[in-house]
């Protein structure tokens, strides 16, 4: 199966920007539907962002501040998140999904994001 790896976290001052990348290791055209997740420290993963077919949904908490994206010729998912705030501090993950929202693949290191306020 194809494994995924994320980056493009870092430490960034609230209201600023990052861009999460997540590679994977084989085409991901056949891959209709994408997610990426996050978890903070003693919390567990939650799904903050989602798209299939175009069609996106969002955390609340993140909507109008993260967009989804992909590029298929670069087998690479993306997550912009804009605004930043101390709260969005977390590791960040991503994965393709069944219809249920279930994983396909095993879990990536996930990259860090850390933001102060």
């Known amino acids: 199966q194809a494994q995924l790896v994320e980056s493009g976290g870092g430490l960034v001052q609230a209201g600023g920007s990052l861009r999460l990348s997540c590679a994977a290791s084989e085409s991901i055209e056949k891959f209709i539907r994408m997610a990426w997740y996050r978890q903070a420290p003693e919390k567990q993963r939650v799904l903050v962002a989602r798209?299939?077919?175009?069609?996106?949904d969002y955390l609340d908490s993140v909507k109008g501040r993260f967009t989804i994206s992909r590029d298929n010729a670069k087998n690479t998912l993306y997550l912009q998140m804009n605004s930043l705030k101390p709260e969005d501090t977390a590791v960040y993950y991503c994965?393709?999904?069944?219809?249920?929202?279930?994983?396909?693949?095993?879990w990536g290191q996930g990259t860090q994001v850390t933001v102060s306020s």
């Open positions: 798209m299939s077919s175009g069609v996106t």
């Open positions: 994965n393709f999904i069944y219809w249920n929202d279930e994983p396909i693949f095993s």
